[in-house]
C-alpha cells in the first residue's frame, strides 16, 4: 500500500487565492521531505526540501514567500502557495524516505488555478 | 548543484526491438541513480536504480549501466512491449542528501 500520501489529489482555485497541499508519511516518521514541482510534459523539478521543526530549504529561483512549508509533525509536510496565479498550475508531488534508495512518491496534487 | 541531461526525448520502437535511454550527470558526487516511469496522470514509478560502486544492474528485462568517469548511466529495455510505453525519467541523488535532480524525460512510444 501507499507510504506516502497527498491531499487533495487535485485543485481548482481562482486566481489570488491560497492552497494547501498537504504530505503525509504513513508508516515512517520523516524528518526530512521534498516538494517537486512537474509542468506539463516536463521533468519534476525540485522546489525544496522540508525539515521537521525547522525551516525549509529552497531551491534557487524559487520564492519562499510564495510557496509556504510547514513540516510540524514527523509525518506530515504542507505546502502553501500564496497568492495563486495560472502560471502555479503544475502537477505537485512529495517524496519522503529514510534513505535516497527508499524514496517514496506521493500520488501528486493537480493545481489548477484559474 | 546537480544537471541531469537526458536523451532521446522521444523514441519510437517496434515491438520486440530493444529501447536505450541515456542521461549524463554534473557532479561526482552523485552516487545513486534510479530510473522511473511516468503514465500519464500519475505519480513516478520506480523501476530500476544503481549506485555509484555497481557498473551494471538487470531486472528482467531491464537494465542499467553506469559509468562513473564519463558521468553517465542508461537504461536498457529488451524485448519491448506496448504497456512499455509512457515517459520516462532518469535522476541522480548526491550523497549528501536524499532529493532527487531528474533528466528532462523520454517518451517511449512501443508500436505494436
Known amino acids: 500500500g501507499a507510504v506516502v500520501s497527498q491531499h487533495p489529489s487535485w485543485v481548482i482555485c481562482k486566481s489570488g487565492t491560497s492552497v494547501k497541499i498537504e504530505c503525509r508519511s504513513l508508516?515512517?516518521?520523516?524528518?526530512?521531505m521534498f516538494w517537486y514541482r512537474q509542468f506539463p510534459k516536463q521533468s519534476l523539478m525540485l522546489m525544496a526540501t522540508?525539515?521537521?521543526?525547522?525551516?525549509?530549504?529552497?531551491e534557487q529561483g524559487v520564492e519562499k514567500d510564495k510557496f509556504l512549508i510547514n513540516h510540524a509533525s514527523l509525518t506530515l509536510s504542507t505546502l502553501t502557495v500564496t497568492s495563486a496565479h495560472p502560471e502555479d498550475s503544475s502537477f505537485y508531488i512529495c517524496?519522503?524516505?529514510?534513505?535516497?534508495?527508499?524514496?517514496?512518491f506521493g500520488p501528486g496534487t493537480r493545481l489548477l488555478v484559474l | 548543484g546537480e544537471n541531469v541531461e537526458q536523451h532521446p526525448s522521444t523514441l519510437s520502437v517496434q515491438e520486440g526491438d530493444s529501447a536505450v535511454i541515456k542521461c549524463t550527470y554534473s557532479?561526482?558526487?552523485?552516487?545513486?541513480f534510479p530510473w522511473y516511469k511516468q503514465e500519464l496522470g500519475k505519480g513516478p514509478q520506480l523501476i530500476i536504480d544503481?549506485?555509484?560502486?555497481?557498473g551494471e544492474k538487470k531486472d528482467q528485462r531491464i537494465a542499467v549501466t553506469l559509468n562513473k568517469t564519463a558521468k553517465h548511466f542508461s537504461l536498457h529495455i529488451t524485448e519491448t512491449q506496448p504497456e512499455d510505453s509512457a515517459v520516462y525519467f532518469c535522476?541522480?541523488?548526491?550523497?549528501?542528501?536524499?532529493?532527487?535532480?531528474f533528466g528532462t524525460g523520454t517518451s517511449l512510444t512501443v508500436i505494436p
Open positions: 517524496t519522503s524516505g529514510t534513505s535516497a534508495e527508499t524514496q517514496y
Open positions: 508508516d515512517f516518521q520523516a524528518t526530512t
Open positions: 522540508s525539515n521537521e521543526g525547522s525551516k525549509a530549504t529552497y
Open positions: 557532479d561526482s558526487a552523485s552516487n545513486y
Open positions: 544503481i549506485r555509484s560502486n555497481v
Open positions: 535522476a541522480a541523488s548526491i550523497n549528501t542528501g536524499n532529493q532527487f535532480y
